[in-house]
């Protein structure tokens, strides 16, 4: 999959970022970015609840008369 999507001088490059101070404080750390934009997306998400199903509330209605309520 790497050897269709890089070329040689692509892999010996990112291996040698990697190895490199930069690339291995980016290994460290990238975790708790993760961590942190995960967080951030769920309060974004949380805060445009309302707006979300307010918008989808016709659609709602409208697949219950077609198709009935949940079971």
């Keep these: 999959m790497y050897a269709e999507t890089f070329t040689s ?9 990697y190895k490199s101070p930069a690339g291995r404080a980016l290994l460290q ?3 708790a ?3 942190k934009g995960l ?3 769920q309060e974004k998400i949380r805060d445009a609840m ?6 989808t509330e ?3 209605e409208d697949i ?3 198709y009935g309520p949940p079971q």
């Design 39 to 41: 967080a951030l997306a």
């Design 33 to 35: 970015l993760a961590t």
């Design 64 to 66: 219950k008369k077609k």
């Design 50 to 55: 309302p707006d979300i199903q307010k918008m």
């Design 9 to 17: 001088d692509e892999v010996d490059g990112i291996v040698a970022f």
């Design 29 to 31: 750390k990238q975790p």
């Design 58 to 60: 016709p659609w709602v």
